[in-house]
Every structure is written in structure tokens, then in C-alpha cells.
């Protein structure tokens, strides 16, 4: 990490004079409130209003983010890769987003939110095996991730819109 201290701001309002504490208590606060907003917009999207259009509400919400990008005030030099490394993972988002909601015909939002947690395991299981990265993770990470994937299968029937 650098030794300078970099400019932190939340929609055109500097956290930067504020304690570090206070930093990390308010951007909680909001990531933790904006998914909810979410959660409880998709749920009432999907499930009472039955929009079953995933991909175009995934369309108009990466249009929405590209607007909050806009209004943090990001600009082009602040990057620090090449455009086409932003484009691919993009699109790899944007497909996750598009599959997401579509599971949404089947699955409740909490029990979708519990399936998105075991996204660990595969990225456990790659940071494993690709070349370059290597990790090892301690025993307790994999008694954890496995205790994850039974915990899920046991609760698997609660979860189904059916």
C-alpha cells in the first residue's frame, strides 16, 4: 500500500478529514444499505410485479452504475489497466448479473444471496491450481467452505420458489 494518503470522497462529499474509523463506518453503512435497497427492489421486481426480463433490467443497471461512475467522479487517467482488461470483465459481470436475475424465477432473493456466498469455492479452488497465483489457504478455510456447501444443501428445499 502507498505511504500517501489518497483523497476519499462519496458522491462529491470528501471523507478524506475524517478519521479513518468514521471512513469505514459510513462506507459500510452505505454498501450495506445499497444492497438492501437492491434486494428489496429485485424482490419486489421479480416476485410481485413478475418481470421476467433479466437481461434488460441487467442492461439498464450497468447503465446505472456507469452514471454513479460518472457522478464519483472517475476520469480515464484515473485508470490503471488497459481498456480491454475493463471490457472483459465487464462483460463477465455483466453475465453473472444477467444469470443472477434469472434465477430469480426459481429461487427466493436470500436463498440466491446464499448461493452467490459459495462463489468462494471456486475462487478458492483456481487461486489453487493457476499458474502465477499459488495460493494456499489455511485447513480452516476449506472445513469452512465445505461446511458452507452442506449447510446450503441442507436448507436447498426452503429456498425454492416452487
Known amino acids: 500500500m502507498k505511504n500517501e494518503e489518497q483523497a476519499r470522497s462519496l458522491f462529491g462529499i470528501s471523507l478524506t478529514d475524517r478519521p479513518r474509523w468514521q471512513q469505514f463506518l459510513i462506507c459500510s453503512a452505505g454498501f450495506f444499505f445499497g444492497y438492501l435497497v437492491n434486494g428489496v427492489c429485485e424482490e419486489y421486481v421479480y416476485n410481485r410485479l413478475q418481470f421476467s426480463y433479466g437481461w434488460y433490467f441487467t442492461f439498464v443497471q450497468g447503465w446505472v452504475y456507469v452514471l454513479l461512475i460518472y457522478l464519483q467522479g472517475f476520469t480515464p487517467k484515473q485508470m490503471v489497466n488497459p481498456w480491454k482488461s475493463y471490457w472483459k470483465l465487464s462483460a463477465v459481470l ?33 487461486g489453487a491450481f493457476i499458474p502465477g497465483l499459488r495460493r494456499k489457504y489455511p485447513l480452516h478455510d476449506y472445513i469452512s467452505a465445505v461446511l458452507l456447501v452442506v449447510g446450503l444443501k441442507f436448507d436447498e428445499a426452503s429456498m425454492l420458489n416452487v
Open 94 to 126: 455483466m453475465g453473472s448479473n444477467g444469470l443472477t436475475k434469472g434465477s430469480l424465477a426459481f429461487l427466493n432473493y436470500p436463498a440466491q444471496i446464499m448461493f452467490k456466498s459459495t462463489k468462494v469455492l471456486p475462487v478458492m479452488i483456481m
